[in-house]
């Protein structure tokens, strides 16, 4: 299998890395995390004018027809300078949303509008009781003529702050954690009856709790089934698990590279400590772990795409699990081996760390993964063996 990228992924890695080495250093992004939305809104003009904003759209629609790959080479790069802008909640999520869910003439009016950067989408599915379940849903949609109405309260809705439209989840039938019955609507945030709270989540991304009091919404909101919406979400979800494992890469690459620096740099008893066996084996093993992860993210993109809905589950809790565990290794090596420094906030390291930890626990951290993966057979099911 031949995992080299072609002239145009390179060409795609090569500008999205330059891009962000020139705008996205570290004191820049912690000037970005001091605005009112804590993101920059000229990175987001940025991202528009390069592309990546219509990058997993259809050209017929206003996109550029990128895939899995393509995905997966914007998301490590953004990882590597730790950007704090709704491209995965917008692009990835919302977007995955339209193009799996939407008809054809919602696509026509919202793909143009996403690619100039003009509209900011976020998936508000998390409830307070409902963990990692994507199921697990007590927001109701009650039928109301031809259109519905919601009620309910969403919590860490990724930059659901700033976003134009909520991808929203809503049990239409049936019992809270029954896997039919739900819904998924596209929800004008402005719309009377919703009301959101901003805030800054511990990675320095931003967040907000959502209530919905009485929303109405008509028959075009509608994603997909409304019955049967769920199979919808996981696929969407399948894609963000890919885009995230990416990101992690490039942020353990990142901090990885700069724990490195770091050793060769401090000196302790005289010399380097880098000079020290017992530091440089615990660089080779985070090395280890990454190149683990690498191969993981290298399987998501390849599995994104994948139409048997039970084999790309499968394979995605696996990405899910070895990447949030090379996460955790990585980046609590880099903390060790910076020593206080990486716990204070000018220095790079801890947020590294608290990026990979996040990424973890988005849609599941990795023990939710491994019990998942077991529950249905393992990595290699029993029809296939």
Known sequence: MDFDLTEEQRLLQDSVGRLLADRYKFEQRKAY?????GWSREMWTAYAELGLLALPFAEAEGGHGGGAEETMIVA???GRALTLEPWLPTVVLGGGFLRHGASAEQRRALVPRIAAGEMLLAFAHTEAQSRYDLHDVATAAKRDGAGWVLDGRKTVVLHGDSAHRLVVTARTGGGQRDRKGIGVFLVDAAAPGVSRRGFTAVDGHRAAEVTLEGVRVGPEAVLGDPEDGLPLVDRVVDEAIAALAAEAVGAMEAVHALT???LKTRRQFGRPIGSFQALQHRAAEMMVALEEARSMA???AMMAEEED?????RQMRAV??????????????????HG??????????????????AIDMTFGDAEHHLDALAGAGGLISAAAA
Not at 309 to 313: D, P
């Open 76 to 78: 490590e790069q953004m």
């Open 33 to 37: 995390m001091k605005t009112p939305e």
């Open 309 to 313: 809905a039970v084999e790309r589950r």
């Open 340 to 357: 206080g420094i990486a716990m204070t906030m000018e220095y790079a390291a801890g947020h590294y760390f608290k990026r990979l930890t």
């Open 320 to 337: 899910k699990l070895q990447v949030g565990r090379s996460a955790k290794y990585v980046g609590q090596q880099a903390i060790q081996l």
């Open 260 to 262: 490195v620096e770091y």
């Open 298 to 300: 290298m399987l998501g």
